[in-house]
């Protein structure tokens, strides 16, 4: 994420601010500029403990609140919240259409019980959040017995809108054809695909052609995770052009050299967290089979094709 500025009085500005830090100016951001902006109404959920700092595009709701089934906000939402107002920036910087897309995104935020559990997931555009995974101790439990490397709210809003990023895409932005070259046939029996998965240990066999384990189980599953790198990528990128004065072409320009110089920051954050007894944030080392894949991606997304 780069820095932003207060056009109040030019100081420094960062994504989740909700005022400036020099002038105390409060601030809304304002996604169709991509910048902080002044005198505009601000989201109905900017007082809530999810702190929406965004500008309402209908005078009560931001664009991303807005797609959420429930208005009534959460503790337990905000980290997710924070997830799909950043990934959200992406998808329309990168030319996504969010507003009129088929099928209507939205976002059903919601914990479940032990008579009615919460299944992460995608289905004809609804995206399903168990947001009992807001709670970092919760989430932790659930990687472990996933045995994942990496599981986080971020992870999980780019992954789901992965999902539905393919069906409002394919046959549009890419054909049916193209996909199945790259991922597989998606029209293998999805359900029976998950079961083999999860009655299969973990062989590693996965990694010559996959960014995860998961991936391996489906090709709508390869999609979402190559999906969720991609947009990882493009942030870090971004961040570290921004904040380490490291030169990185835009993400959308060319995917070849932009990688190339990922691999490089990726290895340099994974040692600095294990300079700090800390786990790696990147723990992944995708193969040429892999990376095809999320050029796919990049190729498939309206900016790379304008």
Known sequence: MRKFTCPACGGEMFFGNLRCGSCDRELLYSPPVDDFVVDAVGCIHRTSVEACNWEAFDERRCLSCDRDVSQEPSALRAPFQEAKRRTFRQLLRAGVVILGADPELRFDMRTGTPEDPVTMGHADGVITIDIAEGEPAQREIVRTAMQEPYRTPLGHVRHELGHWYWQTSVGHAFGHEDFRAAFGDERASYPEALERHYAQEDDGSWKEGFVSHYAASHPWEDFAESFAHYFHISDTLETADAF???????????????????????????????????????????????????????DSLPGSRA
Do not use: C
């Open 244 to 298: 380490l004065g490291i030169e990185i072409p835009e993400i959308l320009e060319g995917f070849g050299e932009t990688y190339v110089r990922w691999t490089r920051i990726s290895s340099a954050l994974n040692e600095l967290n294990r300079s700090m007894g800390m786990s790696d944030p990147y723990p992944f080392a995708p193969r040429e089979m892999a990376v095809a894949k999320i050029q796919f991606i990049h």
